[in-house]
């Protein structure tokens, strides 16, 4: 019987060597200028040639005051040049030049940047700040700071972008009823709630052209009360796909639901997002599905597959704690998969601390040699 992980796929015009996604995992890489530096070139590097058949680089910003940590990549700073886009694109030729696809992941944090002047959709206090609810010069703006990071991920040469609708980001924020209280064009019913979010989709696919894969980090359940559900995300769902996009990389909960007993209980479960992955496919059978959620066991990537739950199969914690997980899932390493203990945050509160962050299961020479190189 043949594997599906390792059969190739097609995302619009991208051809995919396999149904492997190294999915965005934000580490604090970067320094706090923002541009990419060593240790996201050799983090990348290891990714790229991990035999995942596309990753994706996590949050890179499209506005300063979007940015949810000062370690983060930008593709725009407040002169709005282009001065990341040559570190943007050495990024892009590393990953490619370990065989897989490259993907640059733009985002804006909204209320959960750690910013002054950040902005949401609602005046609605985050972590002990108020963010400014955002007027139409504001949402205009960051509509076109979005198709701006697009363009500049086309001109660094990733093959696809992929904007940031997960984790109760911006996007998000603006479509669930818990965080917009708006009562204007971009508020009040579900419609008018969706409205930014597809505003930016349709600006980015404009800017980039028809051609270029634009891909979608989507928020099937905020997993917190009065937040997004599958009623919600469902029809939000068949919106997004009417404009175009590429694929939906399904994830559940955000930054208010991510200490609450039931995320916690079911984020140490193998594929729990699997259940949310397979409604999404279900609204959008025609929509590529990536599904994740604590993928240890190959055998249940491949069944997720076989069983139409979804169509790739994506891999964050896992794959940042063994990076040869897709070849010795493939057989082509013989020893045992290094699995991420469900138990263990260390890497969670590095990130939280503004520390690079890395796995208690690497190797003791190599958090060694990882301490001295971030100098701790």
């Known amino acids: ?14 051809q995919l060597e396999n149904r492997l996604v190294g999915l965005p995992m934000y580490l604090a890489y970067p320094d706090p200028d923002h541009q990419v530096n060593d240790l996201v070139l050799d983090y990348y590097a290891e990714m790229g040639a991990s035999g995942a058949g596309m990753v994706v680089v996590e949050n890179t910003t499209v506005a300063p005051c979007g ?6 990549l930008l593709t725009a700073d407040e002169h709005k040049d282009d001065r990341f886009v ?4 050495r990024l892009a030729r590393t990953i490619q030049g370990g065989g897989a696809k490259a993907v ?15 902005l949401a959709p609602s005046a609605i206090p985050t972590w002990g700040a108020v963010p400014k609810a955002m007027d139409q010069n504001d949402i205009e703006t960051t509509i076109a700071a979005f198709a701006a990071g697009a363009v500049r991920a086309k001109q660094a040469g990733f093959d696809a972008v992929e904007l940031h609708g997960g984790t109760g980001y911006l996007l998000p924020q603006f479509l669930s009823p818990r965080t917009n209280l708006r009562q204007d064009a971009y508020g009040g019913d579900t419609e008018r709630r969706m409205r930014f979010p597809l505003d930016v989709v349709s600006a980015v696919r404009a800017a980039v052209g028809e051609d270029y894969p634009v891909g979608y980090r989507f928020i099937a359940d905020e997993y917190v009360p009065g937040g997004l559900t599958l009623a919600d995300t469902q029809p939000f769902a068949k919106r997004v796909a009417l404009l175009g996009v590429a694929y939906l990389s399904v994830m559940v909960g955000c930054y208010d639901s991510f200490a609450l007993p039931n995320y916690l209980a079911d984020d140490r479960k193998q594929a729990f997002m699997v259940p949310f992955a397979y409604a999404i496919k ?14 240890q066991d190959p055998a249940t990537a491949e069944a997720t597959l076989r069983n139409g739950k979804a169509d790739l199969v994506g891999l964050g914690r896992v794959l940042f704690t063994d990076p040869l ?14 699995p991420c203990q469900p138990s263990c945050t260390l890497c969670t509160r590095r990130i939280v601390e503004q520390k690079p962050a890395y796995c208690a299961r690497w190797s003791e020479d190599r958090r060694q040699r990882f301490l001295a190189r971030v100098g701790e």
Do not use: C, S
């Open 1 to 14: 019987m043949t594997n599906l992980l390792f059969t190739p796929f097609r995302i619009g015009q991208l």
């Open 67 to 72: 940015l949810g940590n000062p370690r983060t």
């Open 86 to 89: 040559p570190g943007l694109a």
């Open 104 to 118: 640059l992941q733009i985002h804006h944090a909204g209320r959960y940047a750690k910013r002054p002047d950040r």
């Open 282 to 295: 279900q609204a959008v059978p025609n929509v590529p599905i990536i599904a994740a959620g604590r993928m």
């Open 325 to 338: 997980w897709p070849r010795k899932a493939r057989g082509e390493i013989a020893e045992a998969i290094n």
